[in-house]
């Protein structure tokens, strides 16, 4: 799990009188697709002190997620509230492997992302989905870099939240910079404004990146 600060959504409002609303905000899913096989992110119990593993279908305490509690997860935030205004889905898709991965690369990366795209539209659709990054939606991980390049995930997301109706297309296309965007929440009239951003840019273990505001992402901000 990535420290609260590494992530940062951030609302302006001209609002005078508020519009009482809701939303869903839900991070860290760790989907290990190898749950159950490998298991590359189960805590082995080397000191025996804690209960012997069950891979249960819908998860262990020890592990990351199996895709079976993903999916519920999300199907049981639908059955609590399945039309809030917005839904924040703040990143950190990808598994912790603690082995030496066999399954962990970039089309399986993607593969994640792309699967809880799939079940967001299926169990909200018409809702706004509002997504950001985590520390684990990228190899290697941390080093979510300043500078995008064509073909690599900063584009891949772009596309495929843009293709899920997330994101207009000149919103995608400053997604592609660097992973943060700004949008005016329908039904607002134009008065509620929100910065996605992409504060994993200032990680201190990110070595992709330098300077004082890496990727413009500050000058962005003031705009």
């Not at 992530?7 to 290990?32: E, K, N, P, Q």
């Not at 992110?41 to 262990?60: I, V, Y």
């Not at 992409?198 to 070595?207: A, E, H, I, V």
């Amino acid at each position: 799990m990535m420290p609260v600060m590494l992530r940062a959504i951030l609302v302006l409002s001209c609002i005078t009188v508020a519009h009482a609303g809701t939303f869903w905000y839900f991070d860290d899913l760790h989907y290990d697709p190898t749950y159950g096989t490998a298991n590359e992110s189960c805590m082995e119990d080397t000191a025996g002190t804690s209960p012997k593993l069950r891979f249960n279908p819908r998860g262990s305490y020890f592990c990351d997620s199996p895709w079976a509690l993903v999916e519920d997860a999300i199907v049981k935030m639908k059955d609590k509230k399945s039309d809030p205004d917005f839904v924040v889905w703040a990143g950190d898709t990808g598994h912790h492997p603690l082995t030496k991965t066999t399954v962990l690369n970039d089309a399986t990366m993607f593969q994640a992302m792309e699967n809880v795209t799939t079940v967001l539209r299926r169990e909200f659709p018409g809702i706004r989905v509002l997504p950001l990054l985590g520390n684990h939606d990228w190899l290697p991980k941390n080093n979510l870099p300043q500078n995008s390049a064509p073909g690599d995930f900063y584009h891949q997301y772009a596309d495929l939240f843009r293709q899920a109706g997330w994101l207009s297309e000149n919103e995608a296309n400053v997604f592609r910079k660097a992973g943060y965007f700004s949008t005016i929440l329908a039904g607002t009239n134009d008065k509620l404004k929100i910065l996605v951003l992409n504060t994993n840019l200032y990680l201190s273990k990110n070595t992709a990146t330098s300077g004082d505001d890496p990727a413009g992402q500050f000058a962005f901000m003031r705009e």
